[in-house]
């Protein structure tokens, strides 16, 4: 069987990436510089549907230990994102992150905390103070301390937007989207690469293996050694309605661990996030699971290790987890395999993976080239070009009404945000509450959920009870 079409039959592709998520996408966007013919494979339906969809949405500074692979690609990724944000017109703003010591133990350790990470960041052109109780009082009204550690250059994302907006451009740039395809099994041979999927046989010259929490049995297809590299880490994070800071902030972590323990994070939308946690998996989370593994254990995690910070916390409107593809020695996997250097395999891309997500694309193409990957330079994408591309997504007319037809009052989802969400390519109910924050207020869907379901299908041309909510048949209506 091959579902691609029997003119591509004996297509090959240049690349082929396994995994639409940020890190993928990423990958693939730097790639479409090149004239090249690049494809996308992922089980999902839509890209960002993996460890992509449930993160703190943070660009850090900060991540331990100093040194290691992932925190130096977060220092590069960083300063990648203002360009990369402005180019893809997704909204981003950079805050700073303030260590707060609630504690006199913790203020005794402020000063060496101040000096190790004026020593390090301070160095690599970020901003690092020490804050008095009368400065942090100022600048985050709403916080509980006697002081702390301030980092600047820290940022806050939305990653959403960042994710359909790849999409949507990259399929402008001709990047051809093989969703729904799950890679089952791949074979080197002398000229390509062979990729066994659902779907049929994909030929590829050059192979990057992005695939979040399976990257490493993908990579155990060609080297049985890398296989079991990952442990699932799931992570909590609690929604509030309301903005608690301006700043990121977190209680001054003393001791080990592997997590910098979280904070409260503002989002660019009003609502406030706390977390994320560090639990222990509770079974052998996989891609179709991101979301089912919170307990009451976790929330408490939470409550006890932010609650005393913070003076007016609004409410609690969301529990939500996410599902760390950590590596057995806690850093980025970066490397070709070890039977073909045309083989690029990303394994333990776990968390600062969303800031480091940029820089990461820039070596793994410099990786594929150093394979053999001939790169010659497109000409510019020009606004000439656009008109005449053919444009394989969704073109909706929206007419004036659209902005006041709200459908989700909680956070102002209209129905000219659903036009636009379907243009961008969501074609089920998961990516359009991820798109446009849709159910994610006060009152969960409860006033817009039937709305959305009826309109959504109206804007797909389908029948209701052909709408999935996500993965397989996840029916919406039955
Ligand atoms: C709780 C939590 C909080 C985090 N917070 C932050 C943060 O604040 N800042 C930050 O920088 N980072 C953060 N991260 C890390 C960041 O979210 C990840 O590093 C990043 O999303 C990883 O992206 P990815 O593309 O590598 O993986 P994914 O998004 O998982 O993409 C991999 C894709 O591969 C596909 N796939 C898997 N197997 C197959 C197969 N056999 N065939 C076809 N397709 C397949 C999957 O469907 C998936 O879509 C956080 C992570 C977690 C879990």
Known sequence: MNSYGSEDNDAVFDVAIIGAGLVGLLIA????????EIA?????????????????GVIHVIQLPLGSVKSRLAIYGNRMYDRLCRELGVGFRRVSAILVAQKVRQLIYSPILYLLLKLYYGARGFGVRLVGGKTLRRLEPNIVGFGGVMVDGYGIVDSFRLIYNLYHELRRRKIRFLLETRVTSIRVLENYIALETSRGT???????NSAGLSSSDIAGMVDPEYRSLTVPKPGAMIVFDRTQTRNIVAPIHIGGGETKGGGIIPTLWGTTIWGPNLSVARDRCRDRCTSTCSTPRDLFTLIERFSGIVRVRGT?????VGVRPSSRNGDFHIGYSKRSRRIVNLIGIESPGLTA???IAKIVVWMLWRGGLELRRRRRVVDHERSEAEEPYRDIETDP?????????????????????????VSTLDGLCFYTRLGMGACQGQNCLGRA??????????????????????????
């Open 202 to 208: 994909i030929r590829a010259r050059f192979l990057v």
């Open 40 to 56: 996308v494979i992922d089980l999902h339906p839509e890209p960002g549907f993996g460890v992509s969809r449930a993160h703190g």
């Open 357 to 359: 997500a940029p820089a």
């Open 316 to 320: 609690p409107v969301k529990l939500y």
């Open 453 to 478: 379901i009826v309109e959504l299908s109206r804007l797909l041309n389908i029948d209701p009870r052909k709408l999935r909510k996500g993965y397989g048949d996840s029916w919406v209506v039955k």
């Open 29 to 36: 966007y730097e790639l479409s510089r090149y004239r090249l």
């Open 401 to 425: 009404g659209d902005e006041r037809d709200i459908v989700c009052p909680c956070m102002g989802v209209s129905m000219a945000h659903l036009k636009e969400a379907v243009a961008k390519g």
